[in-house]
């Protein structure tokens, strides 16, 4: 193995226990809010799809109003992917809990919220779980600060600092946007070894966190990730309790930098009598 690869996953390793050791907690994150105009002249084509995005999800219109232009982008483009998931999974009711693994410091939790409370229910519970929460980003915030500003404005919404692979709850749908596949990329990431373990987390995941009858809905950045996803899940105890709905292209039109980045997205129905 390279010395370098070997020199970032201890350096990962450290930073991970250090941040973890801390916990580190400073009040008074705020987003600031940025005029959207100039982007939008600039960026006309993408005007009428922003309008029609915020008429069918009304708490975007919301959220723009306390964001930066960087954040609202992403969370338009989140609404998009998570409607694009939805459509793929022929689903629109009787969904009320959900997880969403992975929040990172909770920044999109504005648009999987806004869809998911339209097009699910009303009365959308949120749970959001990081298990890299403590991470000190800029301005001297963790993700947790940050996480819990985002969450404020969200109703039935809990951010969970801890690990996915222990955690217990039930969710009727479970959101995991660009998990690690590839160790590789968890390295880059700046992800621990440690905690690196996926085949062991999606079997958790769907056995002791998704309901009968549930879904799993996943993005990845390339195909190659997409297919090592599907390789995991199709060990006979997991495919023989879940159904593939189905994989796409998922537009994201929202970037400041064009061309735009297209991921890959895929869902699972958890079979009622498995
Ligand atoms: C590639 S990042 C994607 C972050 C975010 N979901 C997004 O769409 O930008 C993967 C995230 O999943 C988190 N993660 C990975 N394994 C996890 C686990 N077992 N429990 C909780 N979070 C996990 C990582 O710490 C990281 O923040």
New binding site residues.
Partial sequence: MPVLSLWQQWRNQVDFTINQLIQWKRAGYQDTWEDKTPFFEEFDFLKATEAELVERYPHLRTMEQRSSLVRYLMNLN?ALVCEQLLTLAKSETHYSTML?????NG??LDGLWAVCHERLSQDVSLTG?????WRISDGLHS?WDKAQYYSQHLPNTSIIA??????HGRYDLIW?????VFPE??DA?G?PRS????AE?FEHLITQCLNDGGLLLV?HQVDEEAQALRALLSTPALSSSLQHLGTMELSQPFTTHHPQHVHIGQVWRKKKDA
């Fill in positions: 989140r969403e693994v992975g929040i990172k920044e999109m779980i990081e298990c890299d929460m993700r801890g690990d996915a692979g222990q955690h995991f946007f660009l998990p690690f990329t968890a990431w992800f905690l690196y373990h996926p987390l993005t």
